[in-house]
């Protein structure tokens, strides 16, 4: 389908799928016009819910977000979910992407789901994930959900960018210090403890509840709240859509929420402008980049000499 | 201790610890000279194989890195210990540090451990890991174990700039699609399966050979190698160190070892590209970055547009 630029402005004022899902992947591709889109449909953001969900491989985020996305649908809701993973080159994202759909397993058409995948080994999918957030916010989603594959560093990047974030546990994983190593506990809004009817769900909740005490404590700070979930049955999911309603009222009345928007905001920029200045000084200096690698291999230029000349204003 | 540029030049040619200790120091806190230094030293480098251990937490990485590094110790090779962590700013760094040195119980004083955190929420993890590599390179280590905790995209990025990378996974936790998800496949040398005397070994030493056999053959490639181990009691150890030797033969004697040098080198200088980029338009622009971010926040400029101007020469 070939959209003019209008008709995609226009398409995503109605909020039309097609629209969505055509400039969701334009914008992947970098084709330039998609930016001056995204321009134009700017002021129309700002109102969507951005709710993150990481977690360990393994915790059922995937069944969660099903779960939460048809809490909210319940609620009168527009939902959408995108799926973000750091795909492998290696097995060209096929095996992954199927997977993605099969877990997500709602047939409800009114929660739209995309799933986003490194296409380069470069990064790029936090662009591209802000992108896609920016257009559905655009297309008038109330919620969208971010669900991301791992904890690692990069999930942690996109995670941030969410106005709410869950942290999805399981109890009998690893042990509770585990979730200081991957540096999640400063970002949780909520925990989530899926799979609660096992052993040791109690245990991790008491260990939690002791990591949160040792946080500075604000009269204006928010407090994690602790929920548990059973996400096969849907069990406590009421629950966790009922915190993130609260958790999106204080980031949008207290003046530390407002802090932390602001925060969130500054995060996208820095991101983005990271990946611009790579982008830029990679397409314009490729030839350079070769020949100065070839150079620290002999050892004839060292790495911040290489790096000192490909900053350099090009003649 | 201050030493003058020229004692830590020397220092580091004599492989002298306290310098070494103190060089690292400097460039973790982008002390301007410690670059110069650097620089001085690199000539010295390319001699030590640097071997990054990656894998889920609590897949013992701390224990077989230890009993790894005795093993050379042992074979008479110079041994150094990078532990990395993505470490959380809320914990300060203090739990997790007390932890790593709990888990490293090597007593050995010939083999240097050295913790390295992010200090703030910028990264400049890998370029302070690359810096560090380089260190202990000049300074005559013959093996730079570098462990990493998680296996996310951070945890890749450092694990990449290794000359050949261990992926450690344990029996029973998730099934091995989650390895594919992680996106760890392509870039494992050795998988090594710890903990191997529990249930599922065999299943998961299956797993992983099915997976393996998806990948594309090549006359020249190297064919990662399945190892087994039990770190607790040492057990598999010299085997590890056996395949770490191979690979190390491989990518310093074929065409595609070569290549898969070249491209490490490559990854490292953009890695420096991104960081440095970064940190001087943040350092010379702190005050615009802020008036965009509130601007964004009222709508009145979109992020890309930030982003230009924050790009844009200054006047």
Same mark, same amino acid.
């Given at each position: 389908m070939n959209f003019s630029d209008q008709e995609l402005i226009d398409g995503i004022a109605r909020g039309d799928l097609r629209v969505v899902a055509r400039l969701i992947t334009l914008a992947e591709n970098g084709v330039p016009r998609a930016r001056a889109v995204q321009r134009a449909i700017? @002021?129309?953001? %700002?109102?969507a819910h951005v709710v993150g969900v990481t977690g360990a491989p393994g915790a059922g985020k995937s069944t969660l977000v099903d779960q939460l996305a048809r809490t909210w649908r319940a609620r009168g809701k527009k939902v959408a979910i995108l799926a973000v993973d750091p795909t492998s080159p290696f097995s060209g994202g096929a095996i992954l992407g199927d997977r993605i759909r099969m877990n997500h397993?709602?047939? $409800? @058409?009114s929660i739209y789901i995309r799933s986003m995948a490194t296409r380069? +080994?470069? %990064?790029g999918l936090s662009k591209a994930t802000l992108d896609a957030i920016q257009i559905l916010d655009a297309a008038g989603f109330d919620l969208i959900l971010v669900e991301t594959v791992g904890v690692g560093q990069a999930e942690v990047d996109i995670v941030r960018t969410a106005d709410t974030c869950l942290v999805v546990l399981v109890p009998?994983? %690893? $042990? +509770?210090?585990q979730i200081i190593k991957a540096g999640i506990l400063e970002i949780a809004d909520l925990f989530v403890i899926n799979?609660?009817?096992?052993? %040791?769900a109690d245990l991790l909740h008491r260990d939690l509840r002791i990591l949160l005490s040792l946080a500075e404590a604000g009269t204006d700070r928010w407090e994690p709240l602790i929920t548990r979930t059973i996400a096969t049955t849907g069990e406590g999911a009421g629950e966790v859509v009922d915190g993130v309603q609260s958790h999106s009222e204080w980031i949008r009345n207290s003046a530390r929420g407002k802090e932390k928007r602001l925060g969130i905001l500054e995060h996208n920029i820095i991101q983005l402008l990271t990946e611009v200045t790579l982008e830029r000084t990679l397409s314009s200096k490729r030839d350079l980049l070769k020949k100065l690698v070839a150079d620290c291999y002999e050892r004839k230029v060292d790495p911040y000499s290489a790096v000192e000349q490909l900053l350099a204003p090009s003649i």
């Open positions: 700017f @002021p129309r953001t %700002g109102k397993t709602s047939e $409800d @058409p380069g +080994s470069l %990064g009998g994983m %690893g $042990d +509770s210090v799979k609660a009817d096992r052993e %040791g």
